[in-house]
């Protein structure tokens, strides 16, 4: 299975450096969310990543090989890009057939059988399909190209609620068959936050966090109460965000709980909360987060 590293990383257009010194590892075997804002840089980061586009220094090697105009590393990926890239002109079945030219280990049947589950028409043109079944499409033909690496920038585009569970509930499948490599970037975290294992955080051309989700969701908590009592709580910790309704304050910490925090919780008579998976990227990526 493939293991990517990424090492100094830096993407310029024009003045705005989009890509401001990445470094970090995707793990062979492991489920990767991407998240960041619109304009957060991931897109781009994937599409260095894919060699589809140059960056200005730093480097990405795949199994110890450098990516970079690198056919042997780059035919373990399969990047399905928000971007319609595809033939539009083809059916959808001839886009099967025409992938399997560059993707050996391309399962025909099994792209029959989610297109079945899925109710995709595989007669249709591309260019006749809906939102949804474009990103279908699209979901179907990375899922069934049998890549170590399997990237997927914003999946569930057009998706009903239905149609998103089943693709959630097919890629676990792919991944336990195939211990592959998945980075998923997307919005809705609330979705994925069972799914992933590990979370990377993009702001401003930067790794924000990178961890599991379970240390990176340990690293915070939030209290709440009287705003006074909650103030006297807070004065000596890093605070990521708060929220105050009437005189009542909800106020989230970066930082881990020790025993003598817990006593003056119940001292002051705060409350203790976890902080979800979206709470938290909201808190860290917003304006003046951490």
Known sequence: MSNIKISGLVKIYGSNKVLDNISLEFESGKIYGLLGRNGAGKTTLLNCITNRVFFNSGEIIVDGESAIENDVALSKIYFMTERDLLPTEYKVKDIFKWTKDFYKNFDMDYAKKLSELFELNIDKKLRSLST??????????????????????????????????????????????????????????????????????????????????????????????????????????????????????????????????????????LEISKVELQKLFVNLTSKGGV
């Open 132 to 269: 949804g079944y474009n990103s279908i499409c699209k979901i179907i033909i990375t899922l069934a190209s049998n890549a170590e690496v399997l990237i997927f920038d914003e999946p569930v585009l057009g998706l009903d609620a239905n149609h998103r569970e089943l693709f959630y509930s097919e890629l676990l499948k792919v991944y336990e068959k195939n211990e592959s490599t998945i980075i998923l970037s997307t919005h809705i975290i609330e979705e994925i936050s069972d799914l992933i294992e590990y979370v990377v955080i993009i702001k401003d051309g930067k790794v924000l966090k990178c961890n599991s989700v379970e240390s990176l969701i340990s690293e915070c908590y939030a209290v709440s109460g009287k705003s006074d009592k909650v103030d006297e709580y807070v004065k000596d910790k890093k605070i990521v965000s708060e929220e105050v309704l009437g005189g009542f304050k909800k106020v989230t910490i970066d930082g881990k709980r020790s025993n003598e925090d817990s006593m003056r919780v119940k001292e002051l008579d």
